[in-house]
């Protein structure tokens, strides 16, 4: 009732829950009740990349057009579909093709001079998807000053098919 009323400050409460979520711990932790962090973060850049993707997020909705901002948007979705896709192969391609000496007599029966020779041919092949599609979002990017239209439905081709890919995964 007293918050109703407005007799009850609620900024404190806010300013505490703010700096906790910025510097990912809790605010018991910042009041000095307890010693513990509460935090599952444990490698700086998680924490960066956390900050990186909460500084792009406050940022939203554009000051742009209608059609500009949904551009952006679409561009920002496409680069994190293709970043979690570049995930799944760079994680295969180390795990099968970085410094793996077990395959050399495949290597040798397809034809390469060395083993070393297949695996880097191997982990490239794996992640070529991930080179390629950030060539095709460059070409848009440049290509949308000159021909907007062309640029949108060429992103949106590109983002139909990452889209397309997730619900055949569900």
């Not at 444990?42 to 900050?51: A, N, P």
């Not at 901002?69 to 391609?93: H, I, N, R, V, W």
């Not at 060429?154 to 890919?165: F, I, T």
Request: charged content about 30%; hydrophobic content about 40%.
């Amino acid at each position: 009732m007293r918050y109703e009323n407005g007799s009850i400050d609620n900024t404190k409460k806010m300013v505490l829950e703010g700096l906790s979520e910025a510097l990912h711990v809790s605010v018991e932790w910042l009041k000095g009740e307890t010693d513990e962090y509460e935090t599952d973060i444990t490698d700086k850049r998680e924490l960066q990349i956390r900050d990186a993707m909460g500084d792009i997020l406050e940022q939203l909705p554009l000051a742009l057009t209608k059609e500009e901002d949904a551009f952006s948007k679409d561009l920002l979705l496409l680069m994190l579909k293709q970043y979690g896709l570049f995930l799944d192969s760079f994680q295969f391609a180390c795990k099968n093709f970085k410094g793996n000496a077990g395959q050399t007599d495949i290597a040798k029966t397809i034809g390469f001079e060395s083993n070393e020779e297949y695996n880097e041919i191997m982990f490239l092949r794996e992640i070529t998807h991930t080179i390629n599609a950030f060539n095709e979002m460059a070409d848009i990017v440049r290509l949308y000053s000159k021909k907007p239209k062309t640029a949108e439905q060429r992103l949106a081709n590109l983002l139909s098919e990452v889209l397309y890919e997730d619900s055949e995964s569900v």
